[in-house]
């Protein structure tokens, strides 16, 4: 198989597969909204291309526009992390023991009152 015949069925699956997603969650979006919200809060009912736009609305408010698959923030974070997990295993157990007791004072207001350090959650 040819590689443009191969990438094309690849984006038409991918795009059928998009497509679909979209059509549930809006289809979701709608029922849930129009079965619970006007019973409990009297608002109207809404319209699929109405909760096709609460859906990007809500997107846009708390999932922002991230870099896509590409790393990512994710991808940052496994990298500052490994270079974490790199320095920790490069530490004494006297350093080792000083970052524990230096981050555990650096924590110790978001403790509940009466926990000791280092007792399980």
Request: charged share 20%.
């Amino acid at each position: 198989m040819k590689r443009g015949t191969w990438f094309f069925k690849k984006a038409i699956k991918v795009l059928m597969i998009a497509t679909a997603a979209i059509l549930l969650f809006g289809f979701v979006v709608m029922y849930l909204w129009n079965a619970i919200l006007p019973a409990v809060i009297h608002v109207g009912t809404i319209s699929f291309g109405q909760a096709l736009g609460i859906l990007v609305l809500c997107k846009i408010l708390f999932g922002g526009f991230h870099s896509g698959w590409r790393g990512g923030p994710g991808g940052r974070w496994r990298e500052r992390m490994g270079g974490m997990r790199e320095k920790w295993m490069n530490m004494t157990p006297e350093e080792r023991e000083k970052f524990k007791q230096d981050w555990s004072n650096r924590c110790a207001k978001w403790r509940k009152p009466g926990e000791e350090t280092g007792s399980a959650v």
